[in-house]
């Protein structure tokens, strides 16, 4: 299964190795933030680990597909397509069970910058953070 390296910088940017940052939660620690599952589903997009990103999405979600192994192949073949080069967390917030975080997301499709901004939403499911939509915002 595709993980990102311990020792490594973490692809989410934060400056930290990975396994003092995104790997646990990839691994199936409970996420202790909104940001801190953003930032893992960001790592997750970048290494190709498609079961972290199925898990961590609402049950709710629009993204969220009936079938789940064409949506595997869909995710799968997005990540190994798109070269993914930072992330920056602007802001993040909870209240109770829902959070929101604002980010901009580094990356780049055959060499095309496809960069975006996002203010993202997330619910807390049975003590865990999902992922439930955003919209796109300017970076
Ligand atoms: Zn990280």
Request: overall charge positive; hydrophobic content about 35%.
């Amino acid at each position: 299964m595709a993980r990102p390296s311990a020792n490594a910088p973490c692809p989410c940017g934060s400056l930290r190795k990975a396994k003092g940052c995104c790997l646990p939660v990839l691994l199936g620690a409970p996420p202790p933030s909104p940001e801190a599952l953003m930032r893992s589903r960001y790592t997750a997009y970048a290494v190709g680990d498609t079961a972290h990103l199925i898990r961590t999405t609402h049950p709710a979600s629009p993204h969220r597909q009936a079938d789940v192994r064409a949506w595997a192949e869909e995710l799968r073949q997005y990540c190994a397509a798109v070269r993914f080069v930072g992330l920056t967390v602007h802001a993040a917030s909870e209240e109770g069970d829902t959070g929101r975080v604002r980010f901009y997301a580094r990356m780049t499709l055959d060499g095309r910058d496809v960069s975006f901004g996002e203010d993202s939403r997330f619910s807390r499911v049975d003590g865990r953070w999902t992922y439930v939509d955003g919209e796109r915002i300017e970076g």
